[in-house]
């Protein structure tokens, strides 16, 4: 069984920076590939970005590539999600996720384990 809790989310004007955290609980995180998913309001889950157990390989949506940057300290037992540049249609409640396993992945049905979500509120 693996708990999740994200944190740092927020309101940050429109071109701002934040840094969520998504904290493991249990001693084989290494083990669990990880993702962050996304929620707006009357919009369906998507995802954002996926890391690998060892953190060697990371996938990202095509709306976040070369703003935002994930990655994980699997000595800490958490993942980060550094989003730069941040524009209005990112504001949504954000998820991590995780699920056992030797690749990345980009499906919310491939997940077994999901945090309680972070919002994140950028203004305009």
């Known amino acids: 069984q693996v708990q999740l809790v994200e944190s740092g989310g927020g309101l940050v004007p429109a071109g701002g920076s934040l840094r969520l955290s998504c904290a493991a609980s249990?001693?084989?995180?290494?083990?669990?590939?990880m993702g962050w998913f996304r929620q707006a309001s009357g919009k369906e889950r998507e995802f954002v970005t996926a890391?690998?157990?060892?953190?060697?390989?990371?996938y990202y949506a095509d709306s976040v590539r070369g703003r935002f940057t994930i990655s994980r300290d699997n000595a800490k037992n958490t993942m980060y999600l550094q989003m730069n540049s941040l524009k209005a249609e990112d504001t949504a409640v954000y998820y991590c996720?995780?699920?056992?396993?030797?690749?990345?992945?980009?499906?919310?049905?491939?997940?077994?384990?999901w945090g309680q979500g972070t919002q994140v509120t950028v203004s305009s």
């Open positions: 249990g001693r084989t995180f290494r083990l669990y590939a």
């Open positions: 890391i690998t157990g060892g953190g060697d390989t990371t």
């Open positions: 996720a995780a699920v056992r396993g030797r690749r990345y992945y980009v499906r919310a049905d491939d997940y077994n384990y």
